[in-house]
T-cell receptor, first 109, second 114 residues
Framework: QKEVEQNSGPLSVPEGAIASLNCTYS??????FFWYRQYSGKSPELIMF??SNGDKEDGRFTAQLNKASQYVSLLIRDSQPSDSATYLC?????????WGAGTKLIIKP | GAVVSQHPSWVICKSGTSVKIECRSL??????MFWYRQFPKQSLMLMAT?????????EQGVEKDKFLINHASLTLSTLTVTSAHPEDSSFYIC??????????FGPGTRLTVT
């Protein structure tokens, strides 16, 4: 069974620091990788996607993909209290999107 | 990013009645849409995959006769909860698949069955 694993947290990070969120996946044939943010009581919002090994940067967010080790991570620089949310990792594998259970991130002022 | 709308955003209905939820992709055509359900403090649960012009594919354990899905056009999918019961009360969220297999989510519909 294909799986996507995330630490449920909560992960507590001081304001202004770098938040690092990690995700591992089981299917080596996975092609596309996505990070979503979900605020409490709201629907998920797509933050970033990555397909190739290495880093992809978008503003304060950096996605990192390592296919050999089968992990994808999301770095949030200069963390703000508004970044407090649950972050969902999703992996496209064999014609379906497999979801992680999410990591709850808390940014402490 | 692409915009997906849902209507209504919240609904209260009596037990035994049916409720229809609409999901629209506003600025792109979506061949594939998805319906999820999420209970408080729990993960997203995929209910079904909806493909334009064909029958929906339901996940194991989801009753297709209770949760009717119609995807009649490239911009509209509907979910009808038939004979709703209090245990159907949940947050229902649709999404539309983009060209790179990413999903864009609607704002969700909060259903309360009394």
């Amino acid at each position: 069974q294909k799986e996507v694993e995330q630490n449920s947290g909560p992960l507590s990070v001081p304001e202004g620091a770098i938040a690092s969120l990690n995700c591992t996946y089981s299917d080596r044939g996975s092609q596309s990788f996505f990070w979503y943010r979900q605020y409490s009581g709201k629907s998920p919002e797509l933050i970033m996607f990555i397909y190739s090994n290495g880093d992809k940067e978008d503003g304060r967010f950096t996605a990192q993909l390592n296919k050999a080790s089968q992990y994808v991570s999301l770095l949030i620089r200069d963390s703000q209290p508004s970044d407090s949310a649950t972050y969902l990792c999703a992996v496209y594998s064999n014609y379906q999107l497999i979801w992680g259970a999410g990591t709850k991130l808390i940014i402490k002022p | 990013g692409a915009v997906v709308s849902q209507h209504p955003s919240w609904v209260i209905c009596k037990s035994g009645t049916s409720v229809k939820i609409e999901c629209r992709s506003l600025d792109f055509q979506a061949t594939t849409m998805f319906w999820y359900r999420q209970f408080p403090k729990q993960s997203l649960m995929l209910m079904a995959t909806s493909n334009e012009g064909s029958k929906a594919t339901y996940e194991q354990g989801v009753e297709k006769d209770k949760f009717l899905i119609n995807h009649a056009s490239l911009t509209l999918s509907t979910l009808t909860v038939t004979s709703a019961h209090p245990e159907d009360s949940s947050f229902y969220i649709c999404s539309a698949q983009g060209q790179l297999y990413e999903q864009y989510f609607g704002p969700g519909t909060r259903l309360t069955v009394t």
